[in-house]
């Protein structure tokens, strides 16, 4: 219970016995010892009459004291909570005396008095705390209030509060009547303050200035303010009231025009379509900017005819606005192990790339959002990128939506036109969001490296802004012209290298790179995904069509030569085609592909390995490449014939391979004849030819340094490279070997050419830990830090006793 509070329900009751509750005389020595009762969210004013609830044990008892001995009390408001009994410190020091009027007992233990309040005072001390507080006061009589000021004051009050009296329908109108009877201004400020509803501390400061000029002025600001909020709330009623009967009139028009139209056998069907719109409108859960967009463009559709130009550009506009997602989103599931067991039974091995999404989901699940990355997946053809994001939108429980950007050169696919062309539309992320039906799918965004751009504008500069996480919260379309927020969309793009896609467009997404697949991870990929399938695509039963290890890594190693799968899948589903006719004829022969079977389905074998071949005259040297569909073999061929040392370089090569080739020659000469590789006078009477097969196919880098250097000593030395071995590394004219890139991917085309033993850099040995263990484990490297030792290293040990020129 409060210590004591203003009970507005009690009702009033005047007495009638004479004498009773009649309001002491106080003498100053009476103000000296007078109980206090606190006081909780209410201020008395003096010549006030006041009803309280008290419901403290020791309020109670104050009262009940008061009454028995016919005592006055002190009413001070206090700066009190709920259940707290008052302490000295928290009451104020300016109150009234008051004195008992009426007590009424409820039956729950509390009391219901009315209070006459007459002077005020001001607290000097408190003289007693138990049970309850008493304390010495003295009167705080008003002062300055028979001047002109204050009279002037006192009639602006009087007139403020008319005002108000006819705005607030808590003040009854004999108010007014009571205001006449008060010629003292310092009581009409006391009443104008007991009736206001005002904050406890603002009518604490009335109460406390004595000086009634200074009340009466703050008083006319506090009724200013009052009147002004008064008839602002006024204001808005009325507008509001009129708003709805405004709408209740059309409402009822609309019915009656209806209701005539369907008597006449008149329906309009433009009238249908408006309402259609308007109903699906009023459904619909639009943001309030595409709201009131729509609103204004229905209002315009109305008033047109249905042969105008506007109303068919209108009306799509308006159904686009209808269709779209704008709130609509789906509720993620982000349990990391379902998430690691989707990924698990969508990809075969990929465990870095696995590992880097869930823990981009976990770092999701902390945050509570998606918003802040932009996943970029790099990596060959056929490796997986696409299927990666199906599977995140998977694990997410996301609506997956695809678009494929590749070739597009102009900006309005990306941003949409305008609605002042003929036939305009959105572009193709708001298309995409409208199919995917919510606001927040899995977006991907496919072959972001093969955008271009020419006269109708760049579309990667039109991505910036979608893949930009600080400005796709209102990604504006130049269709609808509303902003969209792409906010809660998780992008995932896709590109096979990094070189194409612009600078500012590549440092607004996160790199995640895929490599090619090696030989037991293909294996792996066919017997668990790539088999099943195509067995079922064809009609087949697994019992029909099976494939032996053996005759799966003939077609591996035989007819497909890629960093991915694609091919791989292709020759499988050749397969199949051949075992699927058999069945068609009537064939009940279950099939079991072993190596000589899948030869005969597929023919001839479409790759052999060629290092093997290729290397076995003086001259020839097996080089690695790096591309942008994976790693593949290069071969470096070097021949001499009678001259004066020019040098001749063919194969479409470009100008750092060029200058590769200088620099291997430059360093042959040099350090060829110390090395006993050449006859000391031999480039001065031969011209050299360097060629890279094939020749069309361009070509370019620096890595190609070692294998030139490499063939132009076997060709000078007459002592062939090794079959089994290839290399990769960049020289200089000092002999040093400097790192390249693309290890892992030149690796995996060494294994796939059928490389035993692979020479490259010393700096680069810290990548082969990015390899497979089985592939270290088949395969040698050599490191090496100078082109003598690399050298030294691939050519044969045994030296031909004669040797043409030309080689």
Not at 63 to 90: K, N, Y
Not at 130 to 159: K, M, S
Not at 740 to 747: D, Q, T
């Amino acid at each position: 219970m409060t210590e004591s509070e203003a009970e507005p329900e009690v009702a009033v009751v005047d007495l009638t016995e004479p004498g009773a509750g009649a309001v002491p005389t106080l003498d100053p020595e009476g103000l000296s010892g007078l109980a206090i009762l606190p006081l909780r969210d209410t201020v008395v004013f003096p010549d006030s009459l006041t009803p309280l609830a008290i419901g403290q044990p020791r309020s109670i008892q104050l009262v009940d004291e008061a009454v028995e001995a016919d005592e006055a009390i002190a009413l001070v408001a206090g700066r009190l909570q709920e259940g707290e009994a008052a302490t000295a410190e928290d009451i104020y020091d300016v109150g009234v005396v008051g004195s008992i009027q009426k007590l009424i007992r409820v039956p729950d233990g509390t009391l219901r008095v009315l209070v006459q309040a007459t002077e005020r005072i001001r607290l000097e001390s408190v003289v007693q705390t138990d049970p309850y507080l008493v304390g010495r006061f003295v009167a705080a009589p008003d002062a300055n209030f028979e001047t002109r000021d204050v009279q002037a004051l006192a009639r602006n009050v009087e007139a403020l509060f008319t005002k108000i009296i006819g705005l607030l329908p808590y003040l009854p109108d004999e108010l007014r009547v009571a205001m006449l009877g008060i010629d003292v201004p310092g009581s009409l400020a006391n009443m104008i303050a007991t009736t206001l509803r005002l904050p406890t501390e603002e009518k604490q400061e009335l109460l406390a200035e004595s000086d009634v000029q200074t009340r009466l002025k703050r008083l006319t600001v506090i009724l200013s303010r009052e009147l002004e909020i008064f008839e602002l709330g006024s204001k808005i009623q009325a507008e509001v009231q009129e708003s709805m009967d405004s709408s209740q009139r059309e409402y009822f028009l609309r019915q009656q025009l209806k209701a005539i139209q369907e008597e006449l056998g008149e329906g309009d069907e433009q009238q249908a379509e408006v309402a259609e719109l308007r109903a699906r409108l009023e459904e619909s859960d639009l943001p309030e900017h595409a709201e009131k967009q729509a609103r204004r463009e229905l209002d315009r559709l109305a008033n047109l005819q249905a042969a105008s130009p506007e109303y068919g550009v209108i009306r799509t506009y308006l159904e686009w606005i209808l269709e779209l997602p704008w709130q609509v989103t789906t509720s993620d599931n982000l349990n990391l192990k379902h998430a690691q067991r989707v990924l698990d039974n969508d990809h075969y091995d990929l465990e870095k790339v696995k590992e880097r999404i869930v823990e981009f989901l976990a770092v999701s699940k902390l945050t509570g959002s998606m918003a802040g990355q932009i996943l970029c997946l790099v990596g060959p053809p056929g490796v997986g990128k696409t299927s990666l994001g199906q599977s995140i939108a998977r694990a997410l429980g996301r609506e997956f939506i695809r678009i494929s950007v590749g070739g597009v050169r102009d900006e309005a696919e990306i941003r949409g036109h305008r609605r002042t062309y003929v036939g305009a539309m959105p572009g193709t992320i708001i298309r995409a969001l409208r199919d995917a039906g919510s606001s927040n799918p899995v977006f991907m965004i496919d072959e972001i490296d093969k955008m271009g751009s020419d006269f109708r504008g760049d579309p990667s500069s039109a991505m910036l802004e979608v893949l930009d996480t600080a400005q796709h919260s209102t990604y504006r379309d130049h269709y609808l012209d509303l902003p969209f927020d792409l906010s809660r969309v998780l992008f995932i793009c896709t590109a096979n290298q990094l070189e194409p896609i612009p600078g500012p467009l590549r440092d607004r997404m996160e790199m995640i790179q895929l490599s090619g697949y090696t030989e037991e991870e293909k294996l792996g990929i066919a017997k668990r995904y790539l088999v099943p399938r195509q067995v079922e695509q064809h009609g087949l039963e697994s019992a029909q069509l099976s494939f032996t290890d053996k005759a799966l890594r003939v077609i591996i190693r035989e007819y497909t030569r890629e960093a991915g799968v694609r091919n791989l899948e292709r020759q499988i589903a050749g397969v199949a085609r051949k075992v699927a006719r058999r069945v068609a004829e009537g064939s009940k022969k279950r099939s079991r592909a072993g190596e000589d079977a899948v030869r005969t389905a597929l023919g001839r074998a479409m790759f052999r390995s060629e290092p093997r071949k290729r290397a076995t005259v003086p001259g020839v040297a097996t080089g690695l490449a790096w591309t942008p569909v994976g790693g593949d073999v290069l071969f470096v061929e070097a021949s001499g014939m009678p001259g004066k040392g020019r040098l001749t370089v063919t194969g479409q090569l470009g100008d750092v391979m060029r200058e590769s080739a200088e620099a291997a020659v430059s360093w042959a000469r040099s350090r060829g004849t110390e090395l006993g590789l050449v006859a000391e006078d031999w480039f001065q009477k031969h011209d050299l030819h360097i060629h890279v097969p094939a020749g069309a196919v361009p070509k370019d880098g620096p890595s190609a340094g070692v294998t030139m250097a490499a063939a132009i000593a076997s060709l000078a030395s007459g002592r062939s490279v090794a079959k089994d071995v290839a290399m990769t590394g960049e020289l200089t004219l000092t002999g040093q070997v400097l790192p390249v890139g693309g290890i892992k991917e030149k690796v995996l085309a060494a294994q796939r050419a059928g490389v035993t033993r692979i020479v490259l850099p010393a700096d680069n040995e810290a990548d082969l830990e990015d390899l497979p263990p089985d592939v270290r484990k088949a395969l040698t490297f050599v490191p090496v830090e100078r082109v003598s030792d690399a050298v030294e290293a691939v050519l044969t040990k045994r030296r031909r006793s004669t040797r043409r020129d030309g080689v």
